[in-house]
């Protein structure tokens, strides 16, 4: 069975702290992408990374860094958490580059930032 | 840009009623669509997909047909169930572009007995 497996459900994190978010799947993907869910707004896409090492900005990067060191791995940074950064966020894998198969993604990472 | 508009919702419905969610969407190119679902509490799984104009994409009693001339994808269910209650976000791809999914708002949907 395929897997994406972000690393907690739940966090709360205060102003100005540095926050980890981690992403693992099983699936050896190429593609490995970080959206977050806000309501009304539908996903929206802040970096993805097509290969180890590689990243892209996606529509809202600004004040997030990502970190891919190994194909099964991709991180998302918050430099310096703000309160409008609290959100739901999703990690998401897909094979392939340009490929137009499904993309699988992970249960969410829910963040309150205090 | 390309992008993907949903209706809004949420949507209530009665068990057994029938479902139509509507969704279009804007892309310079061509690209394929999805229907994904997101149950409470959980991420997002695929529910049907379609690549080319005019294919019909089915899953678990659900359908929607891609419609190239009305730039339309919409979900249809002949008779929803209580566990149906979801969100559901349409989406779009594009080919070239690392397989990057472009969401639409996303679309409640609460069955009551």
């Known amino acids: 069975d395929v897997k994406v497996t972000q690393s907690s459900r739940y966090l709360v994190k205060r102003t100005g702290e540095k926050v980890f978010l981690e992403c693992v799947q099983d699936?050896?993907?190429?593609?490995m992408f970080w959206y977050r869910q806000d309501p009304g707004l539908g996903l929206r896409l802040i970096y993805f990374s097509y290969d180890v090492k590689m990243k892209e900005k996606g529509d809202i990067p600004e004040g997030y860094s990502v970190s891919r060191e190994k194909k099964e791995r991709f991180s998302l940074i918050l430099e310096s958490a703000s309160t409008n950064q609290t959100s739901m966020y999703l990690c998401?894998?897909?094979?392939?580059?340009?490929?137009?198969?499904?993309?699988?993604f992970g249960q969410g990472t829910r963040l309150t930032v205090v | 840009g390309d992008s993907v508009t949903q209706m809004e919702g949420p949507v209530t419905l009665s068990e057994e009623a029938f479902l139509t969610i509507n969704c279009t969407y804007t892309a310079t190119g061509y690209p394929s669509l999805f229907w994904y679902v997101q149950y409470p509490g959980e991420g997002l799984q695929l529910l049907l997909k379609a690549t080319k104009a005019d294919d019909k994409g089915s899953n678990k009693g659900f359908e929607a047909t891609y419609r190239k001339e009305t730039t339309s994808f919409h979900l249809e269910k002949g008779s929803v169930q209580v566990s149906d209650s979801a969100v559901y976000f349409c989406a779009l791809s594009i080919s070239g572009g690392y397989n990057k999914l472009i969401f639409g708002a996303g679309t409640r949907l609460a069955v009551h007995p």
């Open positions: 699936m050896d993907h190429e593609n």
């Open positions: 998401a894998s897909s094979p392939d580059r340009g490929s137009l198969t499904e993309a699988f």
